[in-house]
Every structure is written in structure tokens, then in C-alpha cells.
């Protein structure tokens, strides 16, 4: 039985109430430890991030801006133009190699490299973050990576031209409906057996094991590997040096879409 008079109610919580000061307490510490708790978390969610899109772009997919018109009008590089940023994926050529038709990135051999200018500042210590940079996809890599299409592979022998202007591989001519810049072919006045040759005539050149024959969709304005048949590799690309396929474009808007690589048929 209680001494207060019923209805009254009890004493109000003040300073020297012991549960008010630890309710009090309490609350502040909750707001404070999840503060910290944020400001400790935030370092290794950054980590975990630039980890996950280093390997994302190691192993799976990278996106890379397109700075010249070597393939138009398939892949947007041209002068005044807003370059193509498409996804290149990696994973299919870990099982099966690339075939005819595709559009891919690849290093470019040493011989392809002469032009390469160095991207990367002679301040060591901006050098060092933008290696790191490079590594986890918000810097370019410094090396001389290029996009064209595969025409030939190792064992095919791939020359230029039939009477029709056409590229024969193991002496076929081949479709390519992605090529809309040429060089003049005129049967009769300028092919490959006039005194005044057509430009687009070269090889026959066979291609060894395990390389590729690449050729830009723009073939009056690509330095591909009909410019370099006098190297080690007689132009071709060891598949080696291939980086991935190109799938989509995702940049600008307007030009979103897959990569056209119809399988070319001799």
C-alpha cells in the first residue's frame, strides 16, 4: 500500500533523477556512435568499391572512348563529333577465340606503337595516381589499345582485290556491308592489274596460327594491318593481344545500341 494520494501523479524526472540523466545520456551516445560508426565505415566502403571495379574491369567488361574515325560509320570517332564510349566485354574469348566479323580491342604490336604519344605526367607522384587510376577504370591505360574488325584468321590467306573491289579470304570474295568508305575501285581503269593501281589492293598474305587480320570499317582512313605487313607479324595481331569484343555503345544517347559483327561469310 502507497503513501501518495491516489491520483497523484510521480515526481517529475529531474536533475537528480538517476534514470533521466541516463536517458539522457543514452540518447546523445546512440547519435554519436553512429557518426563515428559512418566516418569509420565510409574509408573501407570507398575501398571495397574501387576493388570491385578494378576487377569488374580486369575480368569483365570496360568502357573506352573511341578517339578516331578509323571505324566509322559503324563506331562514331570522326572530327567535331562526340566519340563513341562502348562497353568491351572479356570474358567470351577466355573460351573460344575470336572469329571473323567481330569488332574488337586489342594492344597494338610494338610496330603499331611508333606514334603512341605518353599520356602520364613526368611528376612521379601525379604518375603514381594515375597508374592507380588506370588500375581501378578512372584513368586511361597508357598503352596503344585500338579498335578494328577481324577479316582473317591464323591459317586463312586474305588479299585485295577481286574484279568487283572486293576482299577475298582462301580466295572468296567477301559481304561486308558495314564498309561505306573506300578507296576508288573502277574495273577496267583502276583495279589491281592497271598501271595505275587502286589503292586498295594488297597481299596475298597468310596469316599465322594463332594471329588475327584486322581492318578498320573506314578503309581510306585506317592504319590497320595493311600498314604494317612489313613487320614480324607481316601485319597481323597476335589474338594474345586481344582485349575483348565490343558489345554496346552506351554513350551519347542518341548512339545507344549493340556493335554490329555479322559472321562473315566466304
Known sequence: MTDS????????AGDDDPLARFATVDGDDGEGKKERSFWRELP?????????????????ARVYLIPSESMEPTLHGCPGCTGDRIVVEKIGYRFSDPRPGDVVVFRGP????????????????????????SYVGLVAP???????????????????CDDEGRILVDGQPI?????QMDFPFVPGEMT????????RCFGPVTVPDD??????DNRSNSADSRYHVNDEYQGTIPV???????????????RMGSVPAPEIQN
Not at 175 to 179: A, K, L, Q, R
Open 110 to 133: 610494338d610496330s603499331w606503337s611508333h606514334d603512341l604519344v605518353s599520356t602520364r605526367s613526368d611528376n612521379v607522384v601525379v604518375r603514381g595516381l594515375q597508374e592507380v587510376g
Open 44 to 60: 573501407i566502403l570507398i575501398l571495397v568499391a574501387l576493388v570491385l571495379s578494378f576487377l569488374l574491369q580486369t575480368f569483365v
Open 142 to 160: 597508357d598503352e596503344n589499345d585500338l579498335v578494328k574488325r577481324v577479316i582473317a584468321t591464323g591459317g586463312q590467306t586474305v588479299e585485295c
Open 211 to 216: 594471329n588475327l587480320w584486322m581492318m578498320g
Open 192 to 199: 589491281c592489274e592497271t598501271d595505275l593501281k587502286s589503292p
Open 5 to 12: 494520494p491516489r491520483g497523484t501523479p510521480p515526481p517529475a
Open 240 to 254: 594474345d593481344n586481344v582485349i575483348g569484343k565490343a558489345r554496346w555503345i552506351v554513350l551519347p544517347p542518341s
Open 175 to 179: 559481304d561486308e556491308p558495314y564498309v
